[in-house]
């Protein structure tokens, strides 16, 4: 099936910095990229929409300057949390949609973020 | 929007015997229902999806069934095994969008 990756798989980061989470469709190119957000025992909460070489689109209630996407190729997508928190610690889940007009969606293994 | 509602939150079943989670939805549109199975500390994996045109899909010991009328559609394990154990998710949304809103999540445990 088709393969999704991120990295880095788990960051540890300093409050007040920014760290960066890639997500790469391995052997498919994905117009459209999703980021998630997952509390422990939580179900997905979607935080945006990725559009290759387009803004994304962001969900109600979520930092657009804090939680920064680019999507500057149809296989690659960055989520960068600026000025981490410690309430930013959490699993940051990408997915990216195979094909177009098709709904069939998969999920990167997931990045854990601690703010420490 | 969607609103999918999941049962039950966790589920315990000897080894061998079938599992089944339930879900519902609210919206009368969508025709896409996927299913993921999420181990512990990594990304959810889709497992199986039906659309609606379909009323029942199976694929070796999983089976998904959708009853579009009542607005629910479920997910069967038959022969469960040890390495079954994970939380499953259901979600439901519409071909050509790019929305899924999920339920809660089942965890599921396979006893030996």
């Known amino acids: 099936g088709a393969v999704v990756s991120q990295h880095p798989s788990r960051v540890i980061c300093k409050s007040g910095t920014s760290v960066k989470i890639e997500c790469r469709s391995l052997?498919?190119?994905?117009?459209?990229m999703f980021w998630y957000r997952q509390f422990p025992k939580k179900s997905l909460m979607l935080m945006a929409t990725s559009n290759e070489g387009s803004k994304a689109t962001y969900e109600q209630g979520v930092e657009k300057d804090k939680f920064l996407i680019n999507h500057a190729s149809l296989t690659l997508s960055t989520l960068t949390v600026t000025s981490a928190h410690p309430e930013d610690s959490s699993f940051y889940i990408c997915s990216a949609r195979l094909g177009r007009g098709g709904n069939t969606i998969y999920f990167g293994e997931g990045s854990w973020l601690t703010v420490v | 929007g969607e609103n999918v509602e999941q049962h039950p939150s966790t589920l315990s079943v000897q080894e061998g015997d079938s599992a089944v989670i339930k879900c519902t939805y609210s919206?009368?549109?969508?025709?896409?229902f996927p299913w993921y199975k999420q181990e512990l500390g990594k990304g959810p994996q889709l497992i199986i999806d039906i659309r609606s045109n379909v009323g029942e899909k199976k694929d070796q010991r999983i089976a998904v069934t959708l009853n579009k009328t009542a607005k629910h559609f479920s997910l069967h394990i038959t022969e469960t095994q040890p390495e079954d154990s994970a939380v499953y998710f259901c979600?439901?949304?519409?071909?050509?969008?790019?929305?899924?809103?999920f339920g809660a999540g089942t965890t599921v445990t396979v006893r030996a």
């Open positions: 979600a439901a949304g519409l071909i050509n969008d790019y929305k899924l809103s």
């Open positions: 919206d009368s549109a969508s025709n896409y």
């Open positions: 052997d498919f190119q994905a117009t459209t």
